[in-house]
């Protein structure tokens, strides 16, 4: 698991929680921005010192509706939404780079007012120029730094304080480690905690503790704004007092009671056909004939989140075993004697299967 690093001897910085849902009820907020964040980027700004804001996704928004029909723009080939690239003048798939127009119009509809729900760092970057007009505004993301070179030029830049307000993605975490950082912050904390994916409370409390780290300097105490709509998640506590030990305690005993790694030996097989229905067949025979041999060990078939990628249908099993070696071997063997007979049947020949052990 992750084990805070912190260079030289800077101060911890002090971390505040901004509820957004008081937020939006009391209506001090503006834009994307809460009041408490307009005012320390104002001060930031004003003794000359840098401003870091942080928001995990790239793009503009992550994607577009209508609200009259309903309609989202989403990609043909994986079941999530098309994101809004402004900066391209296009929307684009993140998971199979399908590239579309932004239409002007709804295309089931004619709707003329589309609407772009959610932002990513683009929106946050046209936003910020606009309400510091005089501020010089860059963003670090895999569109801007999509080369080891313009990575390079960025962070340079920076350095050398050509820039006062850098938006970007977890891209921010590596490499900035520069002392005029007086304030980091973290636009939407909730697009971090609700991963779908066992790590999702390991992963949220590295990267907030990461994000937030930028802002410790030697001399001087840096602060951060952490804005979010869970401010009682005990990931974003345990961030906010840097209670390490206690994320960790929790996080163990969870992951004891849930026998998840490192307490347990753990399985992930993910089958993939361009058919639902075959896809469906294959896992649930699969699973079925694991589970004649290995009993309650295996859970699934089950659906992921993700459903269909690059035209493929998803369906994943996993088995979570003792970590004991003549068990985990047994296993293993006939994870792969039944994937062959799988490949054997007619109906399931044509059907990936992916075995991956220990996947965290
Ligand atoms: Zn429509
Ligand atoms: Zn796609």
Same mark, same amino acid.
């Given at each position: 698991?992750?084990?805070?690093?912190?260079? @030289?001897? =800077?101060?911890?910085?002090?971390?505040?929680?901004?509820?957004?849902?008081?937020?939006?009820?009391?209506?001090?907020?503006?834009?994307?921005? =809460?009041?408490?964040?307009? /005012?320390?980027i104002e001060d930031a700004l004003s003794n000359k010192e840098q401003v870091l804001l942080f928001q995990n996704r790239r793009g503009y928004a992550p994607t577009i509706n209508c609200?009259?029909?309903?309609?989202?723009? #989403?990609?043909t080939n994986c079941d999530v939404h098309l994101t809004v690239h402004k900066a391209f003048h296009e929307l684009?798939?993140?998971?199979?780079?399908?590239?579309?127009?932004?239409?002007?119009?709804?295309?089931a509809c004619g709707n003329h007012d589309l609407f772009e729900q959610g932002f990513g760092t683009e929106k946050i970057e046209e936003n910020i120029k606009e309400m510091f007009p005089t501020a010089l505004v860059a963003r670090l993301d895999m569109d801007t730094a999509k080369t080891k070179l313009?990575?390079?030029? /960025?962070?340079? #830049?920076?350095?050398?304080?050509? /820039?006062?307000?850098?938006?970007?993605?977890?891209?921010?975490?590596? @490499?900035?480690?520069?002392d005029n950082i007086a304030l980091v912050g973290v636009l939407n904390a909730d697009a971090i905690l609700r991963y779908p994916d066992l790590r999702a409370n390991e992963r949220a409390f590295q990267l907030l503790t990461q994000v937030s780290g930028r802002a410790g300097r030697r001399a001087k105490q840096g602060q951060v704004i952490i804005q979010t709509y869970s401010p009682e998640h005990p990931v974003i506590i345990e961030t906010m007092h840097h209670l390490y030990n206690r994320f960790f305690e929790r996080e163990s005993a969870e992951r004891k009671a849930f026998r998840y790694p490192p307490y347990f030996r753990m399985i992930q097989i993910e089958l993939l056909h361009k058919n639902a229905a075959t896809c469906a067949h294959a896992a649930a025979t699969y699973a079925d004939q694991i589970r004649k041999l290995i009993g309650n060990r295996i859970l699934g078939p089950a659906i992921? =989140?993700?459903?269909?990628?690059?035209?493929?249908?998803?369906?994943?099993? +996993?088995?979570?075993?003792? $970590?004991?070696?003549? /068990?985990?071997? $047994?296993? $293993?063997?006939?994870?792969?004697?039944?994937?062959?007979?799988?490949?054997?049947?007619?109906?399931?020949? +044509?059907?990936?299967?992916?075995?991956?052990?220990?996947?965290?």
């Open positions: 698991m992750y084990m805070p690093d912190r260079h @030289g001897e =800077s101060i911890l910085p002090k971390i505040n929680i901004v509820d957004l849902r008081t937020e939006y009820r009391d209506k001090r907020f503006k834009g994307l921005f =809460s009041q408490e964040l307009i /005012i320390a609200n009259i029909c309903g309609w989202q723009a #989403d990609c684009r798939c993140h998971y199979c780079g399908t590239r579309a127009r932004i239409p002007a119009q709804c295309p313009a990575f390079e030029n /960025i962070l340079h #830049d920076f350095e050398e304080k050509k /820039i006062d307000i850098l938006v970007g993605t977890q891209m921010i975490t590596k @490499g900035l480690d520069f992921p =989140s993700i459903a269909r990628i690059r035209g493929q249908y998803i369906q994943t099993i +996993t088995i979570k075993m003792e $970590k004991d070696t003549k /068990i985990v071997s $047994k296993v $293993k063997k006939i994870i792969m004697e039944e994937r062959d007979k799988l490949r054997n049947m007619p109906a399931c020949k +044509t059907v990936r299967v992916n075995v991956d052990v220990d996947p965290y």
